[in-house]
């Protein structure tokens, strides 16, 4: 598919043509990475890690927004 390098601001651009975005499940935003081999541009999309719980917190230095709290007293049917 032949496409146009075109001004986009400061940079140049191409555009995706959205059959192509909906086929790969892309949407504005995601991440792709970009290498040049040779004479090609070769663009790819990177591998999603998953990532634990754990490790998604392992960092995290805000503060501990968990609070007490106290059942109500067992109404209608929560009554065993």
């Not at 390098?5 to 086929?23: A, E, H, M, V, Y």
Request: net charge positive; no cysteine; glycine share 4%.
């Amino acid at each position: 598919m032949e496409v146009r390098l075109q001004k986009w601001g400061n940079s140049d651009g191409i555009r995706i043509p959205s059959s192509i975005l909906k086929t790969l499940n892309l949407k504005t935003n995601d991440k792709l990475l970009l290498e040049q081999v040779d004479d090609k541009i070769i663009i790819t999309i990177p591998k999603k890690r998953k990532i634990s719980l754990k490790e998604e917190f392992k960092n995290y230095d805000g503060p501990n927004l968990a609070k007490e709290f106290e059942w109500d007293e067992q109404v209608g049917k929560e009554i065993w």
